[in-house]
């Protein structure tokens, strides 16, 4: 991504999301990653979630006002070139975000392009959403959002289809632009079958593969994050998004590539590359 000369104010992106006070995922990996990518970051907290390497033991949600209030201050003040979702926990969350989100021009119809990434639950299985919230995600998260960037059991649980092969992530990705993102992503870094890592672009006319080897580790916490985070940068860099997701998809890769061992559970994937 072009880098802003010393000096120079960068674009902006917000992410609004959970931290992560093992260093791993969620915010810490936005902000790691944006810096990297030569952006200014803005933070919204949503969630703090307790977790290591080894899982998530527990989080405290924001008050939804304070989620919102904290969006609301940066973009009037500093302006937002994109934002992405991450961890926002509750159905309550859900809605304040996409009101404010809507009052400042954020999502598929405002200035700045939104990334919306689902997330449910941990690696390990450690719910990060409330299962009460899977409506506002679907109906007043997905509308909003210029892509959604769900994994394999984000899809399942959001449209129940189970990708297993190319034919039924045509069809998820069907289900999931039914929703209302202009874009949608069936990401296949997590369907072990495969050898490839194939991910499924979908605008509701067009099918785009972008296919990549697989990498085999067992530390891949963030991955997620950190893909939406850098597909967030490069949209407020003014890529489109199809070229937007090749340069994410790039980076993703490179940071699984450098991913080292933390702690006694699952290391981080790592943007010092
Ligand atoms: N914690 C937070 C705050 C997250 O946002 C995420 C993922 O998006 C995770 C944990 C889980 O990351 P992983 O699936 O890589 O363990």
Redesign the pocket.
């Known amino acids: 991504l072009p880098l802003t000369p010393p000096g120079q104010t960068p674009v902006r992106v917000l992410t609004i999301?959970?931290?992560?006070s093992g260093g791993?995922?969620?915010?810490q990996?936005d902000t790691r990653t944006m810096a990297l990518c030569g952006v200014h970051a803005l933070v919204a907290v949503a969630?703090v979630?307790v977790?290591n390497s080894v899982g998530?033991s527990g989080?405290h949600e924001v008050p939804p006002q304070v989620v919102a209030d904290q969006v609301r201050s940066v973009a009037g003040d500093i302006g937002i070139g994109a934002a992405k979702t991450?961890?926002l926990a509750s159905s309550a969350i859900i809605e304040a975000v996409a009101a404010v989100c809507r009052e400042v021009g954020i999502g598929r119809d405002g200035s700045a392009p939104l990334v919306v990434?689902p997330?449910a639950?941990?690696?390990?299985g450690d719910p990060?959403l409330h299962a009460e919230a899977l409506d506002a995600v679907r109906y007043t998260l997905f509308p909003l959002a210029t892509i959604v960037t769900p994994?394999l059991d984000e899809i399942r649980l959001l449209t129940g289809v189970q990708v297993t092969d190319s034919a039924s992530a045509r069809t998820a990705a069907e289900a999931l632009h039914a929703l209302g993102p202009q874009w949608v992503v069936v990401k296949g870094g997590h369907l072990r079958t495969s050898a490839d890592s194939t991910d499924l672009l979908f605008d509701g006319e067009r099918f785009l593969e972008f296919r990549a080897p697989r990498i085999a580790t067992g530390n891949?916490?963030?991955?997620?994050?950190t893909l939406a985070a850098a597909l967030a940068c490069a949209l407020a860099n003014g890529y489109s998004v199809p070229d937007a997701f090749e340069f994410a998809k790039e980076w993703t890769r490179r940071c699984l590539d450098a991913a080292y061992d933390l702690g006694t559970g699952?290391g981080p994937v790592s943007p010092l590359w």
């Open positions: 999301a959970g931290t992560d791993g995922a969620g915010i990996a969630a979630t977790q998530v989080f991450g961890m990434d997330v639950a941990s690696m390990h990060l994994n891949d916490h963030g991955g997620g994050d699952h």
